[in-house]
């Protein structure tokens, strides 16, 4: 049984940071891709960050180079280091794992930026 968990959430003000992680627990054979996603209120669930088994990353753009995402393959950790937010940030963020054919993905953490 796979289990994502997120953590790292809550409220900052605009220009702070936080800082997700994802606990990853169970045994997920050769992840693909390893992503944060997140989804506004009636919205699709969109593409934040991702990173590869090789450690390839990439960035939606309205996160480039405010947010870093990151992989820790000894203590099973996902986290995405997020600096510089916006209100337009705030949103429920999801913690994602593709392994052919499977997707896998955590309960999701609210991070809420103040204006």
């Known amino acids: 049984q796979v289990h994502l968990v997120e953590s790292g959430g809550g409220l900052v003000q605009a220009g702070g940071s936080l800082r997700l992680s994802c606990a990853v627990s169970g045994r997920i054979f050769s992840p693909s891709s390893l992503d944060w996603y997140r989804q506004y209120p009636g919205k699709e669930r969109e593409l934040v960050a991702g990173?590869?088994?090789?450690?390839?990353?990439n960035y939606g753009d309205s996160v480039k180079g405010r947010f870093t995402i990151s992989r820790d393959n000894a203590k099973n950790t996902l986290s995405l280091q997020m600096n510089s937010l916006k209100p337009e940030d705030t949103a429920v963020y999801y913690c994602?794992?593709?392994?052919?054919?499977?997707?896998?993905w955590g309960q999701g953490t609210q991070v809420t930026v103040s204006s």
């Open positions: 994602h794992i593709f392994s052919f054919p499977y997707n896998y």
């Open positions: 990173i590869t088994s090789g450690g390839a990353t």
